[in-house]
């Protein structure tokens, strides 16, 4: 079964950098896109950035774009979001998730608060 497991969340000064990992299991992670979503409680989930199966393709939210990194490494099973230059409005619950092989399944997320 799918397992998507976030971590990297965290406390951050405005301006700050952090690094989210997700680990996945249960499918040939190697064959499909990942993407990360963050959500606000109370509001809608939204896109963040996705990277292809293969590493050599990414697209970036607008909000985001020129300031967080995603990329994969296929050999650990695992996805990373390189988050720079971070804003308040940046502070959500950070997810990953699979958008062809498990479109609706959602771990638990990991926090990202920027404050200062």
């Known amino acids: 079964q799918v397992q998507l497991v976030e971590s990297g969340g965290g406390l951050v000064q405005p301006g700050g950098s952090l690094r989210l990992s997700c680990a996945a299991r249960?499918?040939?992670?190697?064959?499909?896109?990942m993407r990360w979503y963050r959500q606000v409680q109370g509001k809608e989930r939204e896109f963040v950035a996705q990277?292809?199966?293969?590493?050599?393709?990414?697209n970036y939210a607008d909000s985001v774009k020129g300031r967080f990194t995603i990329s994969r490494d296929n050999a650990k099973n695992t996805v990373f979001l390189q988050m720079n230059s971070l804003k308040p409005d940046d502070t959500a619950v950070y997810y990953c998730?699979?958008?062809?092989?498990?479109?609706?399944?959602w771990g638990k997320g990991t926090l990202v608060t920027v404050s200062s």
């Open positions: 998730n699979a958008p062809v092989y498990a479109p609706g399944y």
């Open positions: 249960g499918f040939t992670f190697s064959g499909f896109a």
């Open positions: 990277v292809s199966s293969g590493g050599f393709s990414t």
